[in-house]
Nanobody, 129 residues
Framework: QVQLVESGGRLVQAGGSLRLSCAAS????????MGWFRQTPGKEREFVAA????????YYKDSVKGRFTIFRGNAKNTVYLQMNSLKREDTAVYFC??????????????????????WGRGTQVTVSS
């Protein structure tokens, strides 16, 4: 079993930056692909970014490319989402996810929440104008 705990969400002005953290415990994170998803009220959860278990491949939702960066910490049990140039439409609850068998050779699978076995409870990011 894997426990994921997100942190770092808060209110930030448009154009600002924020770094979210996801701490994993219960299993070596190097066994897992890690991802970030987000959800706003009334909408389905959507993919944001992911990094593979070897830490050498990342994938992003088109609307965050060039603004967001997913990376793992030196301890390898933490994954971060660096968010720059934030926009109001980035406002959402952000969830960390982990999967033991994410099929990282296809964007269809990477972006599908069914590929991920473990989920955190989420952290709220609010971007004000």
């Amino acid at each position: 079993q894997v426990q994921l705990v997100e942190s770092g969400g808060r209110l930030v002005q448009a154009g600002g930056s924020l770094r979210l953290s996801c701490a994993a415990s219960g299993r070596t994170s190097s066994d897992l692909a890690m991802g970030w998803f987000r959800q706003t009220p009334g909408k389905e959860r959507e993919f944001v970014a992911a990094i593979n278990r070897n830490f050498d491949n990342t994938y992003y939702k088109d609307s965050v490319k060039g603004r967001f960066t997913i990376f793992r910490g030196n301890a390898k049990n933490t994954v971060y989402l660096q968010m720059n140039s934030l926009k109001r439409e980035d406002t959402a609850v952000y969830f960390c996810a982990a999967g033991a068998n994410v099929r990282f050779y296809s964007s269809t699978y990477i972006m599908h929440d069914g590929e991920y076995d473990y989920w955190g409870r989420g952290t709220q990011v609010t971007v004000s104008s």
